[in-house]
Each structure stands twice: as C-alpha cells, then as structure tokens.
C-alpha cells in the first residue's frame, strides 16, 4: 500500500511540475515593449543635385518644400502613404541663390540649404 501511495504522490508531483513548466512560472509576466523608431531625412548632394531619402515607417503625410532667399515657395508637394520617400532636387538651372529645402513629416520639421552660384 506504501508503494502504490508513494507512486501516486510521485506521478501527482511530476504532472503538476510538467503543468507549471509548461505555463511558465506563476508570477512572471512577458512585458513588449513596442519599438518605436524616428529617422531622420538622409539628404546628400552631389554637384548640383540634392537627394533626399525618409523612411517614413508611420507612413504619415510628408510635405516637401524650396524656399529661396527671399523666402519666397519655389517648390511644394505632399507624399501621401509612402513608406519610402525619395525626391532629387536638380539645381543645375536654378537661379543664383540661397535655398532652404525643407522636408516635414510627423516626427518633425528638417531643412538642408542649397548654395547655387
């Protein structure tokens, strides 16, 4: 009668271990933690050209605008739902100036300045 009582307990406190290992334990919680990530437009120029790159994940509006010297709109155009933004800008017959290019997204507002001389 021992026997068959000590194997009852044993196969009793084996099944609940498996249980509780395979819940986990009974106090621990998984925390996510969503990842949010802000980028920044990558612009480059090259000779008279100026690239800009977004990321725009959100996928949120982007405004991207020219202004010269005298801060008069040269350049508008709203990119709707694009999760990549990529716009070259060809300065090669633009007037000699100073311009600001200024690209707004969710996240912010940045701006590059485009020598022409």
Do not use: C, H, W
């Not at 406190?13 to 009974?26: D, H, I, Q, T």
């Not at 920044?40 to 008279?48: C, E, L, N, R, T």
């Not at 790159?53 to 202004?67: G, M, P, R």
Request: hydrophobic letters at 45%; aromatic letters at 8%.
């Amino acid at each position: 009668m021992k026997s068959v009582l000590k194997t009852i307990t044993v196969a009793a406190v084996l099944f609940a271990g498996a249980v509780g290992f395979a819940n986990g334990p009974a106090k621990s919680e998984v925390e996510k933690k969503l990842v949010t990530v802000e980028l920044d437009p990558v612009f480059v120029k090259k000779g008279d050209t100026l690239l800009i790159n977004l990321l725009n994940l959100s996928q949120e509006n982007v405004t991207l605008k020219v202004y010269d010297s005298e801060g008069r709109l040269v350049f508008s155009e709203k990119i709707e739902g694009e999760v990549v933004v990529e716009k070259a800008f060809n300065f090669e017959k633009a007037y000699e100036d100073e311009y600001t290019v200024i690209v707004a997204d969710a996240s912010g507002t940045y701006k590059e300045k485009v020598s022409v001389r």
